[in-house]
């Protein structure tokens, strides 16, 4: 299990005891008090928005991991939040857009590294419709936004591994 995000726990998140071991390839338990640990994957979402030239909207990334590279405007799914709702909560927080209207359209499994741990993440993909657009600005952990013509797009210049695949899965069921 070299690399495995259970490798970064050391004692028993209920009693502190360093007895805590290695239960199978999801979970560590405790010797101990009986506590086994799962490590499961963290929700986040992102929204495929296009304006009425059918350009998406790409947001550069203003924070590590990957600071400077192209994105979707997204995040994570906070506790007691649907997916719905933190893909509308996200894109106020980022663009101050509000949205009438998010569909789902396939997920992906993704590795997120934030201060120096591997987060493992399930990507929930959208469509994004607004009725009509306003002036976005940036604001939050997005330091430019561009819509682009799909031709322009270079995936290369897209920061994070899921993100790039969901892109270049969206431009090739969208031409």
């Not at 947001?59 to 939040?81: I, Q």
């Not at 009438?100 to 993440?121: R, W």
């Amino acid at each position: 299990m070299k690399g495995h995000p259970l490798n970064s726990f050391y004692y028993c998140p209920r009693c502190g005891s360093e007895r805590f071991f290695v239960h199978s390839n999801k979970s560590k338990k405790c010797a101990q008090c009986g506590f086994e640990y799962f490590i499961n994957a963290a929700a986040s979402v992102a929204g495929f928005v296009r304006n009425e030239k059918n350009e998406l909207l790409l947001c550069r990334r203003a924070c590590e991991p990957v600071k400077g590279t192209w994105d979707l405007p997204g995040g994570f799914v906070d506790l007691n939040e649907t997916a719905e709702q933190a893909l509308r909560r996200e894109l106020m927080e980022e663009l101050h857009l509000k949205i009438d209207s998010a569909k789902f359209l396939f997920s992906l499994p993704n590795e997120y590294l934030y201060s120096g741990f591997n987060v493992h993440t399930l990507d929930i993909f959208f469509d994004v419709k607004v009725k009509k657009l306003p002036k976005l600005e940036c604001a939050d952990d997005v330091c430019e936004l561009r819509f682009m013509p799909p031709k322009e797009i270079k995936l290369s210049e897209i920061g994070l591994l899921s993100i790039r695949k969901a892109v270049d899965m969206f431009l090739k069921q969208s031409i």
